[in-house]
């Protein structure tokens, strides 16, 4: 390897370093402390020459059933916010693809578009829309299809819908990717050799879109589990989901070796589903 | 439009008797070869020669028989598990054979099906085609835009010109008497003299053209309309000396040798070019700036109304 070449992948490599693998070391070296009374409120690492770890936040976190039942329910709140977007971004992102190529970047840019507004003024702006005396509400009042407002905020249903809403690019764009590169001779082939439309789409355009379904499924389901201002924002006082219990660790309770457990505990249950999928998609392709 | 995919503007396709309008493709008796050959990537060369069968829900045995039968057919027989990223362009081609005759439709259609092989591999299928046509009997469309492969293959030959048929036979036919200017020029090249018909001369008419009046084999005309007189390149015969009828003059202007024949430009006295074919069978042919005659039979001219 050349010094150019060499110079070109050093270069993002140092900054991955610098700025996630360093951090990263630093929240586990956090998570192996003690709670302190202190600015960092942790006990320091090296103790007059000796190292001092302990493994208590971690059995802590075994102990309180609450970090348990925000675990799954932030798994159950991905996956669910993540079949939803499967189901509404694959047809748009065949849609798109199967468009007139000179109308495919005006679509895609409408796909994108949403990003130009700050994700937290967008969140709230569903808090208006969906609000007791909001616009929705106030529309189905005014049209006369409800009598009294509908509960539409700070329950499952406004927390899903803000997942799905704030990942559904994340979804469409990986599809689009793929569903692209396929040749529509593929449909007609099969539409020839005597497949209904609905079994050459099984048979055939759904196996070969495989690697954008894992693609977008993971974008979706890997920060849709950790994510904290929607269920913070849309959800209720049940609402239980993982990354919004890790905020409050660290900003209400101040208990930073227990959050920075939580974080690295999460990490790795993370990465079980992330390398069943890669798993799943090289027994694919 | 044949198998389905678009609906005719105009017209009606009916196949065996059967009118097509509104049937769906996944219903038609009609199998294409694609000219990309639209191979299943994901599925094994077998797998993509059963697809159709497994959609008719035949037994798994039914399948497996009539897929190896046909892999055999067209000497694929080895390859039955791989998958079609595997293959070379020439072994794609015979499993997307295979895959439409599978189904032992009533028409298949082949979409310029050797344009994406090299030129030794096109000739090799052409034949192999052939044999295989001649096997299952089932008819074959063909769709190609090269008028060698068109007149080598076909036992009929459409020229379409614009959505229409501008002529239909056998290949021989078409070459010999072509139906009007485009389909003379279409197929293989052809010399046109433009003029006006000035008698007719028993069984042949006489033409006014800008080369002089040339006399061509056909039933009698009205006088004043206006034809081209349209000889084949390798009907033309070049002379050192003038002969008794259709005798032009010219100026040799290039050759170009191709092997078992060479073509010749020639200049007339008026600027025009003309083209013809010389057989290679011994002999230099003049060399260009030299003063050539050349003369045609009348029963070797087509005179091309319209």
């Known amino acids: ?285 | 439009m044949v198998a389905g995919f678009e609906t005719p503007d105009a017209g009606a396709i009916a196949i065996d008797g059967a009118d097509m309008a509104g049937i769906p493709p996944y219903r038609r008796p009609v199998n294409i070869m694609f000219q990309s050959y639209a191979l299943f990537p994901h599925m094994s060369v077998a797998r993509n020669v059963g697809f159709g069968l497994r959609q008719e829900r035949l037994t798994r045995d039914a399948i497996a028989a009539r897929v190896d039968a046909m892999l055999d057919l067209v000497q694929m027989r080895g390859f039955a598990s791989r998958r079609p990223g595997q293959l070379s362009g020439g072994e794609r081609q015979r499993v997307a054979l295979a895959r439409a005759l599978v189904k032992e439709p009533k028409l298949l259609l082949l979409d310029e099906p050797l344009t994406a092989l090299d030129r030794k591999l096109r000739e090799e299928t052409r034949f192999e085609l052939k044999r295989i046509h001649q096997r299952v009997g089932v008819t074959f469309l063909m769709v190609t835009h090269d008028q060698e492969e068109a007149m080598s293959m076909a036992s009929r030959l459409a020229v379409m010109n614009d959505g229409r048929i501008e002529q239909i036979g056998t290949p021989e036919h078409v070459y010999e008497n072509p139906a009007n200017r485009f389909v003379a020029g279409f197929l293989g090249a052809i010399n046109l003299f433009e003029g006006q018909v000035a008698g007719s001369d028993g069984g042949a008419v006489l033409v006014d053209t800008d080369a002089g009046r040339l006399v061509a084999t056909h039933a009698p005309l009205g006088a004043g309309s206006k034809v081209a007189v349209a000889v084949r390149p390798e009907k033309l015969r070049l002379a050192p000396t003038p002969s008794s009828v259709n005798t032009l003059t010219g100026t040799m202007r290039g050759v170009a040798y191709r092997g078992e024949a060479s073509t010749a430009e020639i200049e007339l006295a008026n600027g025009r070019l003309l083209r013809v074919t010389v057989a290679n069978t011994g002999g230099a042919l003049p060399a260009p700036g030299t003063s050539v005659f050349l003369s045609f039979a009348p029963d070797a001219a087509r005179v091309l109304q319209s």
């Open chain 1, 1 to 285: 390897m050349n010094a150019r070449r060499f110079g070109v992948v050093a270069l993002p490599y140092a900054w991955l370093l610098l700025f996630f693998l360093v951090p990263f070391l630093i929240v586990l070296k956090i998570s192996l402390a003690h709670e302190a009374v202190s600015i960092p409120p942790y006990t320091p690492l090296f103790d007059h020459g000796r190292l001092v770890v302990t493994g208590a936040n971690y059995l802590f976190l075994l102990s309180d059933a609450l970090y348990w039942r925000a675990y799954l329910g932030a798994i159950r709140y991905a996956a669910i916010a993540t079949a939803v977007t499967l189901l509404l971004g694959y047809p748009l992102a065949y849609g798109i693809a199967r468009a007139p190529a000179r109308w495919r970047g005006v679509l895609l840019m409408l796909v994108i578009l949403p990003f130009w507004t700050s994700f937290l003024i967008r969140v709230y702006a569903w808090i208006g829309l969906l609000k007791e005396n909001g616009i929705v509400n106030h529309a189905l009042l005014s049209l006369g299809l409800i009598d009294a407002p509908l509960r539409l905020i700070n329950n499952d249903f406004s927390v899903i819908l803000g997942l799905v809403y704030a990942y559904l690019p994340f979804m469409v764009l990986p599809l689009y990717a793929q569903l692209e590169k396929l040749d529509p001779a593929l449909s007609d082939a099969a539409a020839d050799l005597g497949a209904r439309p609905a079994r050459a789409f099984w048979q055939v355009t759904l196996p070969l879109s495989l690697p954008g379904i894992v693609a977008g499924v993971l974008l979706v389901f890997i920060p849709a589990v950790g994510e904290f201002v929607i269920p913070d924002l849309l959800g209720g006082p049940n609402t239980l989901m993982i990354g919004k219990i890790l905020w409050d660790e660290f900003f209400t309770n101040r208990d930073w070796p227990v959050a920075a457990s939580l974080a690295i505990a999460m990490l790795l249950l993370l990465a079980l589903p992330m390398g069943l999928m890669r798993r799943f998609l090289r027994g694919v392709a």
